[in-house]
């Protein structure tokens, strides 16, 4: 049920995640993408031991290499095409590509390589589902990187994603000087509360992790969450977004045709931006949850969504249920909570100035949010 922590003691996580979390705080600080490079460029190195990492850039239809950390040069400052660099076939085919040896492999521009020190290596791309970057790890002999290893460069290009995006929207508001300082002081704001919630992801996420696989996959996981929830607005020109929309974001993961597996009934409502990704969040949430345990765990499993205003009421007021129907039966409540089911009963009804109870039913788990309507969340016009 849930993530539940089965201990809470950080220091007894290896040295790898907690170089993790560390990077994860250095991001925070970034402004830049020279600033999110030189943080990345870095930590990768120090996690899996190469000889050499690049940081790269994609620029429309070539692969730019922007910085390096290596012991002989590479191509930093060089450009070149999508389809002629192991860069560019991991962000056109989305996947990350381990090397041990480059001489063995067609997709390699081997011309480009001879002159460096470079037997093996790893590229990872950075968001993976529409990538705007890559990691590249590089070995002066042949090697083979542990699984373990190329999953820390995996999700250190997740993290690196949402710093990236928010340095380029940093540099471009720069450069725009007719924006002025307000729209300056927004970003600013928004870039930390941004990274602020990726920092307490990781740490939360890591209190709860069994082993560094489970660290990786859960906290990949949620860092997808909230980039798609951070697409949503980024195409709303960070404005105000549709319930409905948001929940089409959140549970498409979940069911190839949302219909097909979700109940959803309720008046049109919309969010503030922030809110709008404490709204995600904690759907991803719930739903992950029923994919584990609950109703999306069995074929004939639904979850039944409702919401209604009391527009009588001073000031109006929102109930919001979730409610698993057809999955496997509950026995008794879980003893332990998790960063999952803390973020579902306290994070939005915090935000909201509401309440919320998550409640272990014997035909499932059910959520009710009740929460006055404010500027954070409204009847849509």
């Given amino acids: 049920?849930?993530?539940?922590?089965?201990?809470?003691?950080?220091?007894?996580?290896?040295?790898?995640?907690?170089?993790?979390?560390?990077?994860?705080?250095?991001?925070?600080?970034?402004?830049?993408?020279?600033?999110?490079?030189?943080?990345?460029?870095?930590?990768?190195?120090?996690?899996?031991?190469?000889?050499?990492?690049?940081?790269?850039?994609?620029?429309?239809?070539?692969?730019?290499?922007?910085?390096?950390?290596?012991?002989?040069?590479?191509?930093?400052?060089?450009?070149?095409?999508?389809?002629?660099?192991?860069?560019?076939?991991?962000?056109?085919?989305?996947?990350?590509?381990?090397?041990?040896?480059?001489?063995?492999?067609?997709?390699?521009?081997?011309?480009?390589?001879?002159?460096?020190?470079?037997?093996?290596?790893?590229?990872?791309?950075?968001?993976?589902?529409?990538?705007?970057?890559?990691?590249?790890?590089?070995?002066?002999?042949?090697?083979?990187?542990?699984?373990?290893?190329?999953?820390?460069?995996?999700?250190?290009?997740?993290?690196?994603?949402?710093?990236?995006?928010?340095?380029?929207?940093?540099?471009?508001?720069?450069?725009?000087?007719?924006?002025?300082?307000?729209?300056?002081?927004?970003?600013?704001?928004?870039?930390?509360?941004?990274?602020?919630?990726?920092?307490?992801?990781?740490?939360?996420?890591?209190?709860?992790?069994?082993?560094?696989?489970?660290?990786?996959?859960t906290f990949e996981n949620r860092i997808l969450a909230l980039s798609k929830a951070h697409e949503l607005l980024t195409r709303r020109a960070w404005g105000r977004a549709q319930l409905e929309e948001i929940l089409d974001k959140a549970l498409a993961p979940f069911s190839a045709n949302v219909s097909d597996r979700f109940d959803i009934i309720g008046p049109a409502l919309t969010f503030s931006a922030e809110t709008s990704v404490s709204v995600h969040m904690t759907l991803h949430e719930l739903a992950v949850n029923a994919a584990k345990h609950g109703a999306l765990s069995t074929p004939e499993g639904r979850v039944v969504i409702r919401w209604s205003v009391e527009e009588e009421a001073a000031p109006p007021m929102l109930t919001l249920t979730w409610r698993e129907v057809g999955g496997p039966p509950i026995v008794g409540t879980p003893e332990r909570k998790g960063f999952g089911s803390q973020m579902i009963q306290r994070g939005l009804a915090r935000d909201l100035g509401g309440k919320a109870t998550l409640e272990f039913t014997p035909d499932g788990v059910v959520y009710t949010l009740r929460a006055p309507l404010s500027q954070r969340m409204s009847l849509a016009a």
Avoid at 19 to 45: C, F, G, H, P, Q
């Fill in 1 to 217: 049920m849930l993530d539940y922590a089965p201990r809470d003691d950080v220091q007894q996580a290896d040295n790898g995640l907690l170089t993790l979390i560390e990077t994860i705080e250095a991001l925070s600080a970034t402004r830049t993408i020279s600033e999110v490079a030189d943080v990345v460029r870095k930590a990768a190195r120090r996690i899996s031991g190469a000889d050499g990492v690049a940081f790269v850039l994609r620029d429309n239809e070539q692969c730019w290499y922007f910085d390096e950390d290596a012991i002989g040069p590479l191509w930093k400052g060089k450009r070149f095409p999508l389809t002629a660099c192991i860069s560019g076939w991991a962000m056109l085919n989305r996947q990350t590509v381990v090397i041990p040896d480059i001489y063995l492999d067609d997709r390699i521009p081997h011309d480009a390589y001879r002159p460096t020190f470079v037997k093996s290596l790893v590229m990872t791309p950075v968001r993976m589902e529409d990538p705007v970057a890559a990691i590249g790890a590089y070995w002066a002999k042949e090697h083979t990187p542990s699984p373990e290893v190329v999953q820390k460069l995996q999700v250190i290009a997740r993290a690196t994603a949402s710093a990236l995006e928010s340095g380029r929207l940093h540099d471009s508001l720069v450069d725009a000087r007719h924006h002025g300082t307000f729209l300056l002081q927004e970003l600013d704001h928004r870039v930390k509360n941004t990274l602020a919630i990726v920092q307490s992801i990781s740490r939360q996420t890591l209190r709860a992790a069994t082993s560094p696989e489970a660290f990786a996959e």
